[in-house]
Structures are given as structure tokens and as C-alpha cells.
């Protein structure tokens, strides 16, 4: 029977004091906490599976708030996002529902707002989505290529990152809708989908994430792709996942297979 493991971290990083990431796998999230080791989880290919990641604004107000909202309301709608349409529905309502625990101008989460990407796996195909600069890779044989859209401002002369975006869930004062990117991708043999937060993918460039996913599986490539970021001063929270679907015997799946992780939560 076909399989997706979800091999998955979240981790502060070196220099924030606390982490505003959160992570979603199937019905389980990760929520502004930390897991000390890269944890897998196993489902059966047939109801909708998403998993995806999550990262509160910083220098803004409740971050970690709004990064857990949007990721526990992904995770309870996740086996019903069964096309296009139904994502973009779903990461609207959470907009929404930022801007609602935001409460009024006055309040102290005022302008809290979160970044989203994922990807929900269905049979034959997958949803890749995003709202900010959170992003999602294709690893192939061929290489690694980035599926999901940065919502950030042209760079500059000489400038490979930037720490603004131009659309996120919640972020600003008043509402403002949002226009998620949403594409379907076919399902390909011997691909995997990296979906990560920016404190893997600014400090670590994209050369260095396809060494890593063409040499590791699974558990040891986000124990990797995490050493990496790290290694490169660890400047943010660091969240990541790799998506895998496979055949039962396929190899690749070495890690703690159909077992809760630690942290994680309904």
C-alpha cells in the first residue's frame, strides 16, 4: 500500500529567543516549541494529507500566536482540502481568523500576522500553496526546484534575501484579503517535497538544500538541512518537513514509522 512519511523539525535557531514557527503533519501540529530531534510520522495515500509550516512576523506582536492559530485550523480542515479552491478557501478563513483574535487596533496583538506553505498529498497528485516567503522544493534525481511563489519585494543590487514580504496571513493593523498561490503538481516517482520556513532557506542557499536532499533520506536529510542552517549562524527559527510517498518496503522511511512524535499535538 502506498505511503506518505513526513519527516519534520522546528527549532529556534541560534539567535531568537523563542520560537514563533509552528508546523502542521495530518492532524497534528508543532506549535512555537521545539523538537530536539527530526521526528516522522506515516500515513496510508488515500484522504487528504497536509503538512506544512508556519512562521509569525517578527518585529511584530504575537507571532507565535498567530503562527499556532493558523496552523492548528490547517490541521483540522487538512483531510478536506480535496482541491485548488478548497486551499484557497481554507488559508482566506484563517486570514480572517488572525485578524479576529487580533481584535481592534488598540489591542496587543494588533498587526500579528503569520507566513504559510505546505503541501497536501492526495493520490496521483499534490496541492503545493503559499502566503508569504515560506517556501516548497521539489527534490527530484534531477535536482531541487522551488514550487511555491515568494510573496517578497524585487531585490536589490547585490541582495539575495530580503526580510519583507509583500502578502501574509493577518499583518497589518486592518484587513487585508489575501491571494494565496495554489498549484497542482503530479505525483513522480522518487520525488520528495521540502516545505520550510525562511530560517532554513535565507541562511542556506538552494545549492546547499539540493547536496543535501540528493545525498540523505528522509529523518537524516532534515537532521542535515538543520546542521546546515545552524552551521550558517542560525539567524531564525528554523522549521522544516520532508514529504515522501512511497511503496510499503520502499526504503527511505527510517524513522519512528505510525508513532506520535514528542510535542506534537491534536
Given at each position: 500500500m502506498p505511503y506518505v512519511a513526513v519527516s519534520a523539525l522546528s527549532h529556534p535557531g541560534?539567535?531568537?529567543e523563542r520560537n514563533e514557527d509552528s508546523l502542521v503533519v495530518g492532524p497534528w501540529t508543532l506549535c512555537a516549541t521545539v523538537t530536539e530531534n527530526p521526528q516522522t510520522l506515516v500515513f496510508p495515500l488515500g484522504t487528504p494529507l497536509v503538512a506544512a509550516v508556519t512562521d509569525g512576523l517578527g518585529g511584530h506582536p504575537g507571532g507565535d500566536v498567530a503562527s499556532a492559530l493558523v496552523a492548528r485550523r490547517i490541521a483540522a480542515v487538512g483531510a478536506l482540502l480535496t482541491g485548488e479552491d478548497a486551499v484557497r478557501d481554507a488559508l482566506s478563513a484563517c486570514n480572517r481568523a488572525v485578524y479576529e483574535a487580533a481584535g481592534d487596533p488598540e489591542n496587543e496583538l494588533a498587526g500579528m500576522g503569520t507566513t504559510v506553505a505546505g503541501v497536501v498529498v492526495r493520490p496521483g497528485s499534490?496541492?503545493?500553496?503559499?502566503?508569504?516567503?515560506?517556501?516548497?522544493?521539489?527534490?527530484?534525481?534531477?535536482?531541487?526546484?522551488?514550487?511555491?511563489?515568494?510573496?517578497?519585494?524585487?531585490?536589490?543590487?547585490?541582495?539575495?534575501?530580503?526580510?519583507?514580504?509583500?502578502?501574509?496571513?493577518?499583518?497589518?493593523?486592518?484587513?487585508?484579503?489575501?491571494?494565496?498561490?495554489?498549484?497542482?503538481?503530479?505525483?513522480?516517482?522518487?520525488?520528495?517535497?521540502?516545505?520550510?520556513?525562511?530560517?532554513?532557506?535565507?541562511?542556506?542557499?538552494?545549492?546547499?538544500?539540493?547536496?543535501?536532499?540528493?545525498?540523505?533520506?528522509?529523518v537524516r536529510a532534515a537532521f542535515e538541512l538543520w546542521k546546515s542552517a545552524i552551521a550558517a549562524g542560525g539567524p531564525d527559527n528554523i522549521t522544516l518537513a520532508v514529504v515522501r510517498v512511497a511503496e510499503d518496503g520502499a526504503d527511505g522511511a527510517d524513522g519512528e514509522g505510525g508513532a506520535v512524535p514528542d510535542g506534537f499535538g491534536a
Open positions: 541560534l539567535l531568537r499534490a496541492l503545493v500553496f503559499n502566503v508569504g516567503d515560506s517556501r516548497v522544493y521539489a527534490a527530484s534525481p534531477d535536482g531541487l526546484r522551488r514550487v511555491s511563489v515568494d510573496d517578497s519585494p524585487p531585490l536589490g543590487p547585490g541582495r539575495h534575501i530580503t526580510s519583507l514580504v509583500t502578502q501574509c496571513l493577518g499583518g497589518s493593523l486592518t484587513h487585508r484579503p489575501v491571494h494565496p498561490h495554489v498549484s497542482t503538481v503530479p505525483l513522480t516517482p522518487g520525488e520528495r517535497y521540502l516545505i520550510c520556513t525562511d530560517g532554513l532557506s535565507d541562511p542556506v542557499p538552494d545549492e546547499a538544500l539540493d547536496e543535501v536532499m540528493r545525498e540523505y533520506d528522509d
